[in-house]
């Protein structure tokens, strides 16, 4: 029963970070060009934390309450640490666009940076799922790619609406 816990949590922390990796770069593409970058960065960190708390309100009450009764304080402190790297999944992609701003790019040249940033962690994070499930081979290969595609397309979905819908 412990491992199967464990498991779960473990699970739930990789599904957390793939979740918070795709929300942060979906920031990035939607209002990368749009916000100077210091309000880009706290809009991202402010839409995650209210994503992660949306997402374990609806969790918790919907899976977790039985015969009328709310889970514990435990319980409830042990959900939120397992999702948390839905918020901490944002903190490499938004160093490297405060990083890359203070280095002198411009705002839109600082949040491509922070989104390759999120696709390369996708990628990481998918790549790192995929292995925990023992996926080998082409189907390694297969779940590490559509990642990467994924991140591929928030970017050139980026740039055409920067450049063509702006």
């Known amino acids: 029963m412990a491992d199967q816990t464990a498991e779960r949590i473990a699970g739930r922390r990789r599904a957390a970070g793939i979740y918070g990796a795709i929300v942060t770069a ?9 916000l100077p970058t210091l309000p880009l960065a706290v809009a991202v960190v402010v839409t995650l934390l209210v994503y992660w708390t949306a997402e374990e309100y609806a969790e918790l009450l919907g899976a977790h309450v039985h015969d009328g009764k709310f889970p514990g304080t435990a319980q409830v402190v042990a959900e939120l640490r397992a999702t948390w790297p839905m918020v901490t999944a944002s903190y490499v992609p938004l160093a490297v666009l405060l990083l890359v701003r203070l280095a002198g790019a411009s705002p839109v040249t600082a949040a491509n940076a922070g989104l390759a940033a999120a696709v390369v962690l996708l990628v990481y994070h998918a790549w790192s799922a995929a292995r ?3 996926l080998r081979g082409p189907k390694l290969i297969g779940a590490t790619c559509a990642a990467g595609l994924l991140g591929v397309v928030m970017i050139l979905m980026k740039n055409f609406v920067l450049v063509h819908l702006h």
Do not use: K
Request: hydrophobic share 60%.
């Open 26 to 34: 979906a920031i990035l593409t939607a209002a990368g060009g749009q």
């Open 132 to 134: 925990v499930a023992r």
